[in-house]
């Protein structure tokens, strides 16, 4: 009943106002629907991401991957590839229930349990073919649905992600809002193949 009287705009502001007040740089994954909002305050799109996602398989998945890889290269190739820091965000999504990570070489990939599908993410490698050879391990044993937000331009792995039964959904745009003479963190996106998914960067 209160849809459409400014309220969520409101409170949108006002944490806007705090992260800004503490000289922090803004940053979010926008719907096409949401876009508008934030370019109303000042968001500016840093690159564009699309959610692929694979219905339930008809038949069993093969075994999952029995990986237990050392988290802090993970940790450590995030960090390069965003240009901040998240170790708590990476162990919350891995100790999980039904979290793994999964790794090939320099890749590595989280498969997490959601509430409607398995999300796999983040998906990080040095280069695509890397990130393309992971991702077979990344959907073994994952006979539900699967979600996966892979930043656009990426055509060896859309190109997997079709063959594997997946389809494009919606598309994202990854915003920021750095403080006045600011900049949004840099990083290496090259890096990023499959984001944590909207609500984790």
């Known amino acids: 009943a209160a849809r459409g009287q400014g309220l969520g705009r409101a409170v949108f502001a006002h944490c806007l106002e705090r992260v800004r007040a503490q000289g922090r740089v803004a940053m979010l994954d926008a719907t096409p629907q949401g876009e508008p909002l934030y370019a109303s305050f000042g968001f500016a799109p840093l690159w564009r991401l699309t959610r692929w996602r694979r219905e339930a398989l008809a038949q069993a998945a093969d075994p999952a991957p029995v990986d237990r890889p050392d988290s802090a290269p993970l940790a450590a190739l995030d960090t390069e590839a965003l240009g901040l820091a998240r170790p708590q965000v990476l162990a919350d999504l891995l100790a999980r229930p039904g979290s793994r990570c999964v790794c090939h070489g320099r890749a590595f990939a989280v498969v997490r349990e ?32 699967v979600l996966i937000d892979v930043p656009d331009g990426r055509a060896q792995l859309a190109q997997a992600l079709r063959a594997a039964g997946f389809a494009p959904q919606r598309g994202f745009a990854r915003m920021a809002l750095p403080p006045a003479g600011a900049a949004a963190p840099a990083g290496h996106p090259s890096f990023i193949h499959a984001i944590a998914g909207p609500e984790f960067g």
């Open 114 to 145: 959601g509430r409607v599908a398995h999300h796999v993410g983040p998906l990080l490698a040095a280069d695509e073919a890397h990130a393309r050879a992971l991702l077979p391990r990344a959907l073994a044993g994952l006979a539900g649905p």
